[in-house]
């Protein structure tokens, strides 16, 4: 059977992947005040962060329409779709309901709508692994099956550099935020199993905290010979490959891969942040 991939945008992908012809990249629109910016080729991430900067009130998102996903099934074979977690966004479920529709008018296609329950990269190596077992010959149900417990296994973390959109969306008080810059205190945060957040540490400067995440990952990793470590950065590289160090010179994984982050990522990690997934 033929397959095919669809991930919506919060997936921030390697250039080998977005130039995949089996892989096509369903949009999110974000919105500040009264711009909007659309999530695709054309994002300008240095435009929306300096928006972002400039506005006193949260960035805000729209998922795509089911008529978005259900135009990009694969008419000729298997569709797996890769969302955002559920906890965050209304992409899965708008996957879920084009799939629903489809169906009643396609029986025989199949289509599997796959909860990241994380974000970035995290969707990036769910997305990766089930590259790896189209390639491997794997039939259908039994790549779903992999993919579910590779995803069960999976962690994802992140610091952030600026608790501005925390603080705009309700989530730290004005006070909190104030007393967390003027200590220059930064939280290592963590994806629970459920798809939600949680903080886990927190630390004075950034290179603390990432210091801190790094043994945080060293203390609860699984199987890393197996595993790929996956680093998304907001527009600091050089951070990146800090955090890259960091961890590889305590946990083996077997391989790593480095991106930028794309729209969503960079309006959920804001300018100075690092996602962690493996």
Do not use: W
């Given at each position: 059977m033929e397959y095919k991939i669809l991930v919506d945008s919060c997936t921030d992908?390697?250039?080998e992947?977005?130039?995949?012809s089996n892989l096509k990249v369903i949009p999110l629109s974000?919105?500040?005040d009264d711009k909007v910016f659309v999530d695709n080729g054309e994002f300008n991430q240095k435009e929306f962060i300096k928006t972002m900067k400039e506005s006193p009130n949260s960035p805000k998102s729209a998922c795509p329409s089911p008529e978005d996903y259900m135009q990009a099934f694969n008419k000729d074979g298997g569709t797996f779709v890769v969302t955002l977690s559920s906890e965050l966004s209304g992409s899965y479920n708008s996957a879920e309901l084009?799939?629903?529709l489809y169906l009643e008018e396609n029986p025989k296609n199949k289509i599997e709508v796959i909860d990241s329950r994380?974000?970035?990269v995290g969707q990036t190596l769910i997305t990766m692994k089930i590259k790896e077992l189209i390639s491997e010959g794997h039939l259908f149900d039994d790549i779903v099956?992999?993919?579910?417990?590779?995803r069960s296994e999976m962690k994802t973390k992140f610091v952030l550099e600026s608790l501005d959109n925390l603080r705009k969306n309700g989530r730290l008080s004005h006070l909190q935020a104030i007393v967390a810059n003027v200590l220059n205190i930064k939280p290592v945060m963590g994806g629970t199993s459920e798809g939600t957040i949680e903080k886990l540490e927190q630390a004075r400067g950034i290179?603390?905290?990432?210091?801190?995440?790094?043994?945080?990952?060293?203390?609860d990793v699984i199987k890393p010979q197996e595993r790929i470590l996956a680093i998304a950065h907001c527009n600091c590289l050089e951070r990146a490959h800090f955090i890259k160090d960091e961890i590889m010179r305590r946990v083996p994984f077997k391989d790593s891969i480095i991106v930028d982050t794309a729209g969503v990522s960079t309006m959920y990690a804001n300018e100075g942040g690092i996602i962690v997934a493996y």
């Amino acid at each position: 059977m033929e397959y095919k991939i669809l991930v919506d945008s919060c997936t921030d992908l390697p250039l080998e992947l977005k130039e995949d012809s089996n892989l096509k990249v369903i949009p999110l629109s974000l919105m500040v005040d009264d711009k909007v910016f659309v999530d695709n080729g054309e994002f300008n991430q240095k435009e929306f962060i300096k928006t972002m900067k400039e506005s006193p009130n949260s960035p805000k998102s729209a998922c795509p329409s089911p008529e978005d996903y259900m135009q990009a099934f694969n008419k000729d074979g298997g569709t797996f779709v890769v969302t955002l977690s559920s906890e965050l966004s209304g992409s899965y479920n708008s996957a879920e309901l084009a799939k629903r529709l489809y169906l009643e008018e396609n029986p025989k296609n199949k289509i599997e709508v796959i909860d990241s329950r994380s974000a970035s990269v995290g969707q990036t190596l769910i997305t990766m692994k089930i590259k790896e077992l189209i390639s491997e010959g794997h039939l259908f149900d039994d790549i779903v099956q992999k993919v579910n417990t590779f995803r069960s296994e999976m962690k994802t973390k992140f610091v952030l550099e600026s608790l501005d959109n925390l603080r705009k969306n309700g989530r730290l008080s004005h006070l909190q935020a104030i007393v967390a810059n003027v200590l220059n205190i930064k939280p290592v945060m963590g994806g629970t199993s459920e798809g939600t957040i949680e903080k886990l540490e927190q630390a004075r400067g950034i290179k603390k905290a990432l210091i801190s995440m790094a043994k945080i990952i060293e203390r609860d990793v699984i199987k890393p010979q197996e595993r790929i470590l996956a680093i998304a950065h907001c527009n600091c590289l050089e951070r990146a490959h800090f955090i890259k160090d960091e961890i590889m010179r305590r946990v083996p994984f077997k391989d790593s891969i480095i991106v930028d982050t794309a729209g969503v990522s960079t309006m959920y990690a804001n300018e100075g942040g690092i996602i962690v997934a493996y």
